[in-house]
């Protein structure tokens, strides 16, 4: 049975009750049993709440409120505007600047990889809706959030070759050496 229907009966078995991380990550059998919960919730439309949802609820624990279904509208995303995407925001996180493979800052063991994420939660599947979000800016971890100015000349950075990166940072040093 894949981890997605192991969740899905667990939590329908487990309704109006709270649930805690680490047993959602036994009944799983896998490390990212937090994406499929949440592929529950966006494609299902399971009504599982978190800390985020509700007050009441402290980081790591879940319920189900009701086995009743939310209709979801799809957000699946095909390849070529997936690809746009990433191209047009330089493939780099337009929260933190991160970009696919830079070392995660809360686990030294997992590589950034980019998401393809939804401004609006509910709107449409189209370019002007869509960002590159990196794993950890996507899974909600980080509070960086950069004006969007800041973003923009850090993908210019990015995009850069190292010659140039290596001048912008000898400008900088330069800049800021008396602080």
């Known amino acids: 049975m894949a981890a997605r229907d192991k969740l899905r009966a ?31 919730r966006d494609d299902e439309g399971m009504q599982i709440l978190t800390h985020n949802d509700r007050d ?26 997936r690809s746009r995407v990433l191209i047009r925001n330089g493939f780099t996180c337009q929260d933190c600047g991160r970009t696919s493979g830079d ?20 709107g449409p599947s189209d370019d002007t809706n869509l960002r590159v979000l990196c794993s950890v800016c996507n899974e909600g971890r980080s509070n960086l959030t ?27 040093k330069r800049k800021f050496e008396k602080q």
């Open 103 to 122: 070392p995660d800052p809360l686990n030294p063991n997992r590589k950034i990889r980019l998401h393809i994420d939804h401004i609006d939660p509910n």
């Open 56 to 81: 009441s609820l402290r980081p790591g624990e879940y319920i189900l409120i009701s086995r009743d279904r939310v209709p979801r509208v799809s957000h699946k995303i095909d390849a070529k505007t």
């Open 10 to 40: 667990y939590f329908e078995r487990h309704v109006g009750k709270i649930l805690y991380k680490d047993e959602l990550a036994e009944v799983a059998g896998i490390s990212e049993w937090a994406r499929r919960i949440r592929e529950l």
């Open 146 to 172: 950069l004006p969007r100015s800041t973003i923009n000349i850090l993908s210019a950075v990015r995009k850069a070759n190292r010659r140039d990166q290596l001048e912008v940072f000898e400008w900088l």
